[in-house]
């Protein structure tokens, strides 16, 4: 196995990713909650809780495996909220309105999700301390420059070669991380419907 998404990104072990290895791992995890959140895995929908860079673990062809089910959550089917006296997780990956209310829904997995896609698209972490105050959470950091192709650009990974990746495809995939960390829940997209647009994203990128 190549280890877990966040060092591998964070230059641990001196693994280069292009962008099609990047869509790779990202339609894997989202087939992976995909999964977790219909009620083929144990009978009911499953909410992770937990997803995270480092809990994503890359076999020797990049397929991404989701790791650590200490947090996940068994969410009944006929309620689709759970209310919660602790809030659980980890800092920089948190739904914000799971953060207020205490309610946990299958929607807390996708902000997370969007996290992650946001570090695949610009290779840096959820919160950087290292960084001044603005640059230190990266959410904040995307919103500024979302739906500015020139700007957006720059944000981009570095370490990825700029042939192997379109402009296309890459808007829209910073265009599906933003609906995923939309503040409310219900602004964000399933995990079923990221499955399908990072398919289309995959195919816009081999018109290269």
Known sequence: PKGNLQDILNGIGEVRMDWPVRLRIALGAARGLAYLHSTTAVGVPVVHRDFKSSNILLTEHFEAKISDFGLAKLMPQDIDLYATTRVLGTFGYFDPEYA????????????????????LL???????????????????????????????????????????????????????????????????????????????????????
């Open 100 to 119: 207020l209310t205490g309610k946990l829904t299958l929607q807390s997995d996708v902000y997370a999700f969007g996290v992650v896609l946001l570090e």
């Open 122 to 208: 610009t290779g840096r972490r959820a919160i950087d301390l290292s960084q001044g105050t603005p640059e230190q959470n990266l959410i904040v950091r995307m919103q500024q420059v979302s739906g500015d192709r020139k700007r957006l650009r720059k944000v981009v990974d570095r370490d990825m070669a700029r042939s192997s990746y379109t402009p296309e495809s890459v808007s829209m995939f910073a265009g599906l991380a933003a609906r995923c960390v939309c503040f409310e829940s219900a602004g964000r997209p399933s995990m079923a419907d990221c499955v399908k647009e990072l398919q289309f994203i995959m195919y816009a990128n081999m018109k290269i």
